[in-house]
């Protein structure tokens, strides 16, 4: 079963999405979510101009070998927007072996390993009322764990706060702005941890010890800092602490282990196992956070969570918009099939993107699931999705109070 037709397809249904299609001789067709927000164009452009002509004519059959031929072939390695393409072209080719066998691709990972996968959705608000309705909104939606993020004093908006929180409209943020030039945020830690451990106390104390809890520190924090959230926020017992220093320093995160308990989720922005190579074998973290679409995909990451599994490390997989539904029932194949599952990250789509994307995996009760569609289970729809041009959209910028640069 030979490729012979690579398409990149791109389209904007409310954002931007980079989706490879692979055709092989029989016409059995293949998805892959290559999306890289604020730098789509790039992706496409290694695949369209680097990687496609590579791919025709190879037998489809052969995930691993591909892999490692466009891996260790390109030379140059790593980095998003590599390990992005290497992704959409995995996951596309492990579309097309589970279509042929006639199988929802979690069956080829080894099977269902539970019932569903538990998923947490994104609260916010600016205030602890707004914040309040934005939670009690995300339970009557189903969701049973709920990520908080909330405005600091002082500030005029803080990344992962939506602008609405009203019931009826989106709950949901989305970082990227359709705009030539990146908008600018303010930032300033001190104030952050001032405020943060109050918010936690006040959810807990409205919402009970149940709900599992968590928050994303998006790389913002010195090692002492994250340190000190850390143990500030114990007695409110938190799910995960997600990125509290810029991670590519991944020696910092023993000084954060030391001082607190609160459990640490890490991972979003790499893309090789070797990014957490001290991480995992030193115990630093319990959760990987990596999306299959911006870690080479499926068997890549089929390894990474086999090798946490060695030190009790779970899952927490990368689920934002910007994650693609082909990304996310990627994502969710691998859910449902791995023993060390522990948690899916989980936005929801607007109801134009899921018109272009027709998915088959289901939310009920709190659980995630695939479905049973052969496949990852998505359909994209060509004609439709050209009605949506590609628009220039970028990630904010933040800068601290006396206007330095700061991670956002
Ligand atoms: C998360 C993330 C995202 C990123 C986004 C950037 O935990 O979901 O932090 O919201 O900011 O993926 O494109
Ligand atoms: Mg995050």
Known sequence: MKINQVDVLITSP???????????DDGVVGYGDATLNGRELAVASYLRDHVSALLIGRDAHRIEDTWQYLYRGAYWRRGPVT???????????????AKVAGLPLYQ?????SRRGALAYGHASGFDTEALFDSIRAHLELGYRAIRVQTGVPGLESVYGVAASTKIGERYDYEPARRAALPTE??????SYLRHLPAVFEAVRNEFGPDLPLLHDGHHRMT????????KALEPYDLFWLEDCTPAENQEALRLVRQHTTTPLAIGEIFNTVFDYQTLITEQLIDYVRSAVTHTGGVSPMKKLFDFAAQYQIKSGVHGPTDISPVGMAAALHLDIAIHNFGIQEYMRQSPETLEVFRTSYTFEDGLLH??????????YDEDLAAKFPYEPAYLPVNRLLDGTVHDW
């Open 370 to 379: 695939p479905g049973e569609t052969p496949g990852i289970g998505v359909e």
């Open 185 to 190: 945020e303010q930032w300033d830690t001190r």
């Open 14 to 24: 409310g954002r931007n999405f980079v989706t490879l299609k692979i055709t092989t």
């Open 108 to 112: 080829l990972l080894g099977g269902a």
């Open 223 to 230: 090692p002492i800092q994250a340190a000190k959230l850390g």
């Open 83 to 97: 390990m992005a393409a290497l992704a959409a072209v995995d996951v596309a080719l492990w579309d097309i072996k």
